[in-house]
C-alpha cells in the first residue's frame, strides 16, 4: 500500500482515466472497476469508503463518478488530487463523445453500430446490477436499513417523478438520523 501523501499525481489520473476508459453507463457502472483499480489494485482506500464516498455523491448535486472522484482524489492528494481524479474520470468521456460526434452521422443508420450500442446497454445493465448487489451487501444489514429499502423502493416503482429521489433521500437521512436518536436513548437506560 502506498503512502496517501506519496501517490504520485499521475498515477492518480491513470487510474481514474482507466475507470473512466472502461465503463459506459456512468458512477454505478463504474464501481466495480473503482474497487478493483482504486481498492484491490492500488489499496489506496477501502470499499467501505468508495461506498460511504457513493452515498454522499448521489445525494450531492452532478454527476456520481465525478463527485466520487474529487473526494477519492481529495483524500489521497487534497485539492490537487481532486483535480486529478476528476480530470482522470472525465477525459476518457471527451474523447469518445468528440470522435462520436465526428463520425456519428457517417453511422448512425449503420446495424452494427446500433447492434454494439445494444450490447453496451446490456453490459450497462449488468455493472449496474453488479454494483446494487455490492451495494446491498455492505449497506442492508438491519431491519432498519431494508425498511428504507423496501420504503424507497415501492416510492420511486409506484410514485416515481422527477422530484422522487430527493425527497426519498431526505426522507432516509431523518429516518436514520432520528432511529439512531431512539437507539441511542434505549441503550443509555
Not at 112 to 128: D, E, R, S
Not at 136 to 146: A, D, L, S, T
Request: one cysteine or more.
Amino acid at each position: 500500500m502506498e503512502q496517501q501523501q506519496n501517490i504520485p499525481l499521475w498515477k492518480l489520473f491513470l487510474a481514474f482515466f482507466k475507470c473512466g476508459a472502461v465503463t459506459f453507463g456512468g458512477g454505478y457502472a463504474k464501481q466495480p472497476i473503482l474497487d478493483r483499480e482504486i481498492v484491490d489494485k492500488r489499496g489506496w482506500i477501502t470499499k467501505e469508503e468508495v461506498m460511504d464516498y457513493y452515498a454522499v455523491a448521489q445525494a450531492l448535486p452532478g454527476i456520481i463518478s465525478i463527485n466520487v472522484a474529487s473526494f477519492i482524489g481529495h483524500k489521497l492528494r487534497k485539492i490537487p488530487g481532486a483535480i486529478m481524479g476528476v480530470l482522470g474520470v472525465i477525459s476518457p468521456c471527451i474523447i469518445v463523445i468528440t470522435a462520436i460526434a465526428m463520425l456519428f452521422s457517417n453511422f448512425q443508420d449503420n446495424e452494427y453500430v446500433v447492434h454494439a450500442l445494444q450490447g453496451i446497454n446490456i453490459a450497462v445493465a449488468a455493472l449496474i446490477i453488479n454494483t446494487i448487489i455490492t451495494m446491498w451487501k455492505k449497506g442492508v444489514k438491519e431491519i432498519p436499513q431494508f425498511l428504507i429499502f423496501l420504503v424507497v423502493f415501492c416510492l420511486s416503482l409506484f410514485i416515481g417523478g422527477q422530484r422522487m429521489p430527493i425527497y426519498c433521500v431526505i426522507g432516509s437521512l431523518i429516518f436514520a438520523l432520528v432511529y439512531k436518536r431512539i437507539e441511542r436513548r434505549v441503550r443509555s437506560k
